[in-house]
């Protein structure tokens, strides 16, 4: 069974203070891809990144930074020095390379406060 | 070169009306897929077309949905006699052949159906 699991329901910071959102997969396929989309107040998906299963490379983009750790099946997604303009809700999602439909999981709602 | 489009962006119905969400995929894309995103909830996969053609629609509900892709026109997903629990937001992907691991794709911006 394909399945994304997000623990964290609401995160709360201030900002500047560096927060991460977890997210753990499970699947039965090697090859497989993931996902991370920001969802703002204003309801579209944003496309934040996305990593092969054969790419353990870890990635930072600005603050942004995602750590993929196939031995956990993890793939967690830190922002370093939070803005208020990052409150959103996240999603994690899983495609495997058999269909092209994605597994998401429930969101993180991050609220980042003055 | 335009995103995906989906048309109208609010939708609101009355219990007991027809629902049709409009999706044109990225020019060149001939995959579409519908996503349907319940209240305080992730995303839940509906169904997968190609032109024409229905090729998954495991997460599409027995009754009352419905979804197209036409040779020409829009991919369209028709809800018929709505319901108040049909509240939500639609979102349409689209892809230039099977998204997977070389392949992505791109979502619109959805559409927010509320039944009344």
């Known amino acids: 069974a394909q399945k994304v699991t997000q623990a964290q329901t609401e995160i709360s910071v201030v900002e500047k203070e560096d927060v991460t959102l977890d997210c753990v997969y499970e699947t039965r396929d090697t090859t497989y891809y993931l996902f991370w989309y920001k969802q703002p107040p204003s309801g579209e998906l944003v496309f934040l990144i996305r990593?092969?299963?054969?790419?353990?490379q870890n990635e930072i983009s600005g603050r942004y930074s995602w750590n993929f750790q196939k031995s956990t099946s993890s793939f967690n997604f830190t922002i370093t020095a939070s803005q208020v303009v990052d409150s959103a809700v996240y999603f994690c999602?899983?495609?495997?390379?058999?269909?092209?439909?994605?597994?998401f999981g429930q969101g993180t709602t991050l609220q980042v406060k003055p | 070169n335009a995103g995906v489009m989906q048309n109208p962006r609010h939708l609101v119905r009355r219990r007991g009306q027809e629902a049709r969400l409009r999706c044109s995929p990225m020019k060149g894309h001939s995959h579409v897929y519908w996503y349907r995103q319940l209240p305080e909830e992730g995303l839940k996969f509906m169904v997968y077309l190609q032109k024409e053609n229905i090729i998954d629609e495991s997460g599409m509900p027995k009754e009352r949905f419905s979804a197209e892709f036409p040779k020409e026109g829009p991919s369209i997903l028709r809800i018929q006699q709505v319901v108040r629990g049909d509240s939500a937001a639609y979102f349409c992907?689209?892809?230039?052949?099977?998204?997977?691991?070389?392949?992505?794709?791109?979502f619109g911006q959805g559409t927010r159906l509320t039944v009344v």
């Open positions: 999602a899983l495609g495997t390379s058999n269909t092209g439909k994605l597994i």
């Open positions: 992907a689209s892809s230039p052949r099977e998204a997977g691991m070389n392949t992505e794709a791109f």
């Open positions: 990593r092969n299963s054969f790419d353990e």
